[in-house]
């Protein structure tokens, strides 16, 4: 593959293309199902998988096969097929759906406005991740412009994601004869710890999401009266989640929560603290005087990566502060989003959770923990020396830097799925969420730069695994 070429194709195909295709995506409010119950209704993720579609078929890839399949009552899937040279093929994932838009977006930017600033498209799901289809095309037609061998590829863009992926399994094995049995897997799903090199995600944490609700009464009451007589329902919560969390140090205390980390992650971790430095802790907006979790560099890229965290995302039973009365209330319910190690099964975790939460529970209140999502993370296989050197010579052509191998903190249940799935299969796992594009939260970005960089590096292994499997060391 000529590295120049290649850069010169995926550089003007972003600018002349890519990137006025995802400003239009960013104006679809594309909400995955579990933040817009009537996204059928809405019609916005068929606008959003239309306007996909519709661009890869202006690629004009040779031996374009594409498809979008639509099982009863679940969210669509776009399914690509490019035919090529023989062998095992190669698999590419990412997803269309979007997260809700949040608030606190910077003056002149907005979740469903595109804005570019600086190489930096703002705008909700242009990083997370709407821009993989797109690369992962480019990727393709890059080496195809230059008559580059590649094996033949399947493309899996599904709709889903964000609601922890529920709909794919059916799709997966709906299509697992067309796919047949990969020997690579690409996932453009993750992120970067800067926008300096190719990182490569070892680990992904899994996930469970659920309500803890506690009530100790049928109906409100005066506080006055009540309280020294009626337990608060909010104290009987405080003290379930103090069996779960140290409240002065976020330790998770239940043991069976946690896993021996391997060598080799805890090497890749040294390097990677070398690497980012304090910018771990710069990267998060801080308030002022605030201070991060203690502990070095390493121990807190750790704590992201292969220790459990807890956080509550939401909560109910709390009036708005302008309409709360003196009323001792009679429940309370948090939003639980506890982040497991990688190798930790989550349908244990939820047994752990259940067993420490519904047994003898404080004041004999009623207690209930409903489970909504439980994914189990991925730790990635050994690298093949293959894929290590195409890493390496990617990174340096494109980046002019050395990889860095790295956990997620986050969660793709769709990378746990096919580790199960193809377990002879090498992983690139990499994405563009690095410092400050803020996934999930206000004025999320695309950094445009890495961008392409990165849809070049992708050409780069697709070159390198054909060449690998020809025996062409």
């Known amino acids: 593959m000529d590295a120049d070429a290649t850069r010169r194709f995926v550089d003007t195909t972003w600018e002349t293309s890519i990137v ?161 049995t990969p020997s690579l897997v690409v996932g453009l799903d993750s992120g970067c710890g800067d926008y300096e090199r190719l990182w490569v995600t070892t680990s992904l944490r899994g996930l469970i999401n659920g309500t803890l609700s506690t009530s100790t009464l049928t109906e409100g009451v005066h506080s006055g009266k009540a309280s020294g007589i009626v337990p608060s329902s909010f104290r009987v919560l405080r003290q379930l989640l103090e069996r779960l969390e140290d409240a002065q140090t976020g330790t998770i205390r239940p043991r069976s929560l946690h896993v021996a980390v391997p060598a080799q992650r805890w090497e890749q971790i040294r390097r990677a603290a070398a690497v980012l430095g304090e910018s771990v802790v710069r990267d998060f907006p801080f308030q002022t005087g605030a201070a991060a979790a203690a502990g070095s560099v390493e121990e807190l890229l750790l704590n992201q990566t292969w220790r459990p965290q807890l956080e509550i995302t939401g909560a109910s039973g709390l009036p708005a502060l302008e309409q709360a009365g003196n009323v001792l209330r009679p429940t309370t319910s948090a939003k639980v989003s506890l982040r497991l190690p990688p190798t930790l099964d989550a349908r244990s975790a939820v047994g752990v959770l259940k067993g420490l939460w519904l047994q003898d529970p404080p004041q004999a209140a009623h207690v209930s923990f409903d489970a909504e999502q439980g994914a189990t993370g991925w730790n990635a296989p050994p690298l093949a020396k293959w894929l290590a050197e195409s890493a390496r010579r990617a990174s340096t052509e494109f980046f002019g830097q050395d990889p860095c191998y790295l956990g997620e903190g986050g969660t793709i249940p769709f990378m746990s799925m096919l580790g199960d799935q193809f377990p002879d299969a090498q992983f690139v796992i990499t994405g563009v969420l690095g410092p400050h594009s803020n996934a999930h939260g206000p004025n999320e970005f695309l950094h445009l730069p890495t961008a392409k960089k990165l849809t070049a590096c992708v050409a780069q292994v697709l070159c390198d695994h054909c060449n690998a499997a020809k025996g062409d060391k």
């Open 20 to 180: 006025a295709t995802l400003r239009e995506y960013i104006t679809i409010p594309n909400q995955s199902p579990a933040f817009d119950p009537d996204w059928r209704k809405h019609g916005y993720m068929e606008q959003a998988v239309d306007l996909v579609v519709g661009w890869i078929r202006g690629q004009e890839l040779q031996g374009l096969q594409l498809e979008v399949m639509r099982l009863e009552n679940r969210t669509p899937l776009i399914l690509v097929e490019v035919a090529g040279a023989t062998g095992s093929p190669v698999l590419l994932y990412g997803h269309v759906d979007k997260q809700p838009p949040m608030v606190g977006w910077r003056e002149g930017l907005g979740p469903w406005q595109p804005v570019v600033r600086e190489d930096r498209l703002y705008g909700r799901g242009a990083a997370d991740d709407g821009y993989a289809a797109f690369a992962a095309v480019t990727a393709i037609k890059a080496l195809q412009q230059q008559g580059v061998p590649h094996a033949r590829c399947v493309i899996v863009i599904e709709a889903c994601e964000e609601s922890g992926s529920f709909d794919l399994p059916h799709y997966m094995r709906t299509v697992r004869d067309r796919i047949g």
